[in-house]
C-alpha cells in the first residue's frame, strides 16, 4: 500500500480542522463551554415525542438527549463508564428499544470494540465508507467517525480499534475537527489524536 495520498511526515497541525460556533454541527444547538459538574444519574424518560435519555448531575441540573455525542462535553472517561454500567445493568432484564438501544450501541462500540473484543461487526466494509466526519471532544476523550451511509463509531482517542489503513487515511485526509472552547489542552489532545492515528498507519504500511 502506497503512501503517497497521505503525508505522514506533515506537522500534526496540518490534519486539524478548528471549527469555529459557525462551523459546529450539534444537533442541540448547545456548542458554548460546559463546565463539568459530577454526574449522579441516567433514566429513560417517556415524552410526547418518544423516548429520551436524560442524565442528571448533583447541582440538581440535568440533560434531555438523544445521541452519545451530544453530552461528551459533558462527562469525562469515568463518568462514561459509570454510564455505561448503568445502561447495561437497566437492560439486564428487559429489551433494548428506542432511545435506550442507540445509547447502548454507542457505548457498546466504545467500550467493546477495542482491537481483539466483541462488537467487531461494526468494523465490517470499511472499503466502502465515506468520511462525512470526524470530531474530537477533548473533554471525554471521545473522537467520533461518521461516514455518508450513517455510521457512526465512538472512539476513546488513546485507545486501539480495528480501523483499517484505508480508513485512517481517509480520516487523515478529510481532517480532524475540534472545537476549542478555551477549557484545558484541546489543541494539545487533537495533536496527540493525529500523532496516534499516523503512528498506526505507518505501522500498517510495507517498509520502503
Given amino acids: 500500500m502506497s503512501s503517497s495520498e497521505v503525508d505522514l511526515n506533515a506537522a500534526d497541525t496540518f490534519f486539524i480542522k478548528v ?7 450539534d444537533s442541540d444547538g448547545d456548542s458554548n463551554p460546559h463546565y463539568w459538574h459530577a454526574f449522579a444519574a441516567w433514566e429513560i424518560v417517556r415524552t410526547g415525542l418518544g423516548d429520551v435519555n436524560v442524565l442528571y448531575f448533583i447541582d440538581k441540573s440535568s440533560k434531555y438527549f438523544t445521541h452519545l455525542r451530544e453530552i461528551l462535553h459533558l462527562l469525562d472517561r469515568q463518568d462514561l463508564s459509570k454510564l455505561y454500567g448503568m445502561v447495561v445493568k437497566h437492560y439486564e432484564a428487559k429489551p433494548i428499544a428506542g432511545a435506550g438501544m ?6 457498546h462500540v466504545l467500550f467493546e470494540s477495542v482491537e481483539g473484543g466483541s462488537s467487531v461487526e461494526v468494523w465490517a466494509d470499511q472499503k466502502d465508507w465515506v468520511v462525512r466526519s470526524w470530531r474530537l ?3 471525554s476523550g471521545v473522537h467520533v467517525l461518521e461516514t455518508f451511509s450513517g455510521t457512526v463509531l465512538y472512539m476513546f482517542a488513546d485507545t486501539p480499534y480495528p480501523l ?5 487515511k481517509k480520516m487523515l485526509k478529510h481532517k480532524l475537527e475540534v472545537e476549542i472552547t478555551g477549557i484545558g489542552n484541546d489543541m494539545t489532545h487533537a495533536e496527540q489524536l493525529i500523532a496516534f492515528i ?5 505501522a500498517c504500511l510495507p517498509s520502503a
Fill in 19 to 25: 471549527l469555529c460556533d459557525d462551523d459546529s454541527d
Fill in 137 to 139: 471532544f477533548p473533554f
Fill in 198 to 202: 499516523k503512528n498506526r498507519l505507518a
Fill in 102 to 107: 442507540m445509547l447502548w450501541g454507542d457505548l
Fill in 164 to 168: 483499517s489503513a484505508s480508513t485512517m
